[in-house]
């Protein structure tokens, strides 16, 4: 079953009531009193200063594992929370995560590229814009990626796909609105990660010292292209804001239902994660050699411009 994913943009109290998430809004034009079972529940964004949430709800939503993303200044995912123990199995997994050998994680390194690229190409050629250069480096991906195919498959991408366009974090519309997904996108990697008993710090590939979620980082590289299609239909449509309207957030957590192929069963890919973390940990464990990550699926997103 797909979680829910909780918005909160306006003046708001949280509190545990009845074993549920009691929400209590309050705006200028009305007053809304609702409850949602915590099992429902896959993460909560708090987006507005005035949101009051007590220590009662917090650890209700971390026993059922949901992500609680804290939005700064600049109404953007700045924070996240995750439970400690994720997993009956945690100090086991992590043993075999952490103990992983350099030439698993090379190998590891060069699925998940190959994957990404792969989307990528699903991306564009739903678009009918070509593909020719991205099938080449997708074939030479080598262990580890040494030689940085995936740079070179992101530059061609994002110049085929919105040509003038330079993906930059701190560029100009749409890179806002991929910033928002990928944050989003992140979170729930990591939310992911930590249910399969892994620590989001232990990277097959990033390693930044100052990173907390290097393994999220790294997981969340061929679920990249599902933002970047929801952006693009928002773009071609003129949904762009030059700064992220709530309407514009709203559209951004669609991602969170978006439906991918996870071998040969479909499924939202806030479910399908858990079979992308779950299968990694058999990786490191010698059980599977391929982590399972999803292709997209673009017959129901693509739309031509009106």
């Not at 409850?35 to 026993?63: C, F, W, Y």
């Not at 700064?72 to 992983?100: C, F, N």
């Not at 590229?113 to 074939?139: M, T, W």
Request: aromatic share 8%; glycine share 4%; proline share 5%.
């Amino acid at each position: 079953m797909i979680k829910k994913t909780l918005y909160f943009a306006n003046p708001t109290y949280l509190k545990l009531q009845n074993k549920q998430l009691h929400i209590h809004v309050k705006t200028p034009v009305r007053e809304t009193k609702v409850s949602r079972a915590m099992e429902d529940i896959g993460m909560v964004i708090l987006d507005n200063p005035r949101i009051t949430i007590t220590h009662n709800a917090i650890k209700a939503l971390q026993h059922n594992n949901v992500a609680i993303i804290s939005c700064d200044d600049k109404r953007m995912p700045h924070s996240i929370m995750l439970p400690m123990e994720g997993h009956t199995l945690q100090s086991e997994r992590m043993r075999v995560q952490i103990t992983a050998s350099i030439p698993l994680k090379k190998n590891l390194w060069q699925q998940t590229v190959i994957a990404k690229i792969n989307n990528q190409i699903r991306v564009l050629e739903a678009l009918d814009k070509p593909v020719k250069r991205l099938y080449v480096l997708k074939k030479n991906v080598s262990s580890g990626d040494s030689e940085n195919r995936e740079g070179q498959a992101a530059a061609y991408y994002w110049k085929t796909l919105i040509p003038g366009f330079v993906r930059d974090r701190y560029g100009e519309v749409p890179n806002n609105l991929l910033n928002y997904g990928y944050a989003i996108l992140r979170s729930m990697v990591a939310r992911a990660v930590v249910s399969s008993g892994l620590h989001p710090t232990f990277g097959i590939y990033h390693h930044n010292k100052y990173n907390a979620y290097c393994l999220a980082d790294d997981l969340m590289e061929p679920f990249r292209p599902f933002v970047d299609l929801l952006v693009y239909q928002m773009y071609i449509h003129d949904q762009i804001d030059t700064f992220l309207s709530t309407t514009s957030k709203q559209k951004l957590l669609a991602l969170c239902a978006m439906d991918g192929l996870f071998g040969r069963r479909k499924s939202p890919i806030m479910v399908g994660m858990s079979q992308t973390s779950s299968s990694l940990y058999q990786c490191y464990a010698g059980k599977k050699r391929k982590i399972v990550y999803p292709q997209v699926i673009t017959s129901n997103y693509v739309t031509q411009p009106s």
